[in-house]
Antibody, heavy 119, light 112 residues
Framework: EVQLVESGGGLVQPGRSLRLSCTTS????????MSWVRQAPGKGLEWVSF??????????EYAASVKGRFTISRDDSKNIAYLQMNSLKTEDTAVYYC??????????WGQGTLVTVSS | DVVMTQSPLSLPVTLGQPASISCRSS???????????LNWFHQRPGQSPRRLIY???NRDSGVPDRFSGSGSGTDFTLEISRVEAEDVGVYYC?????????FGQGTKVEIK
């Protein structure tokens, strides 16, 4: 059974940092690219960040709204993807979903972790 | 960025009747490999999204065959042949051809 489990969310003040983790099982993690997608309260879906498999260099892509502040990474030995979020803003408040990339899309999703940026 | 425009944004439907959602992209979605990376997702209240369709018309495993996707170029459609109660929620189209990947605004489907 495929499982993607996000953790690390919580309440944080503007300007502070948070690191999200996505622990996976049931997939050959190292073979796949991974993405983070977020959803602000009551709003639609927004793609945030992407990391290729190490076979393709492990290179990354970011949405303009987070570029320079967020960093995606992966640890294939632990089957975990990370999202380091720095200089957080109130508009980063959202549920953050970890997803597996498949055909330039997202076939498996975690349950999400809520990040609230507020003073 | 490629803008994905869905219509309608709200769709009241009758159980057992067909339903259709349109998605239009501001640019063509044919990738250099010849594939068109247009996808459809369904999100029930309080749940994570679930992919239904990838590459325009390919149903994901376990997706009922009452769901079908079609289209080309910049115009795409998700059709439900006979709506069931479990189909309520929000449907999103998403393009994976161009960076950044972008979603439509969502179409809320509810039972009349």
């Amino acid at each position: 059974e495929v499982q993607l489990v996000e953790s690390g969310g919580g309440l944080v003040q503007p300007g502070r940092s948070l690191r999200l983790s996505c622990t996976t099982s049931g997939i050959t993690f190292g073979d796949y690219a991974m993405s983070w997608v977020r959803q602000a309260p009551g709003k639609g879906l927004e793609w945030v960040s992407f990391i290729r498999s190490n076979r393709f260099g492990g290179t990354t892509e970011y949405a303009a709204s987070v570029k320079g502040r967020f960093t995606i990474s992966r640890d294939d030995s632990k089957n975990i993807a990370y999202l380091q979020m720095n200089s957080l803003k109130t508009e980063d408040t959202a549920v953050y979903y970890c997803t597996r990339d498949h055909y330039n899309s997202f076939d498996y999703w975690g349950q999400g972790t809520l990040v609230t940026v507020s003073s | 960025d490629v803008v994905m425009t869905q219509s309608p944004l709200s769709l009241p439907v009758t159980l057992g009747q067909p339903a259709s959602i349109s998605c239009r992209s501001s640019q063509g979605l044919v990738y250099s490999d010849g594939n068109t990376y247009l996808n459809w997702f369904h999100q029930r209240p309080g749940q994570s999204p679930r992919r239904l369709i990838y590459k325009v018309s390919n149903r994901d495993s376990g997706v009922p065959d009452r769901f079908s996707g079609s289209g080309s170029g910049t115009d795409f459609t998700l059709e439900i042949s006979r709506v069931e109660a479990e189909d309520v929620g929000v449907y999103y189209c998403m393009q994976g051809t161009h960076w950044p990947r972008t979603f439509g605004q969502g179409t809320k489907v509810e039972i009349k």
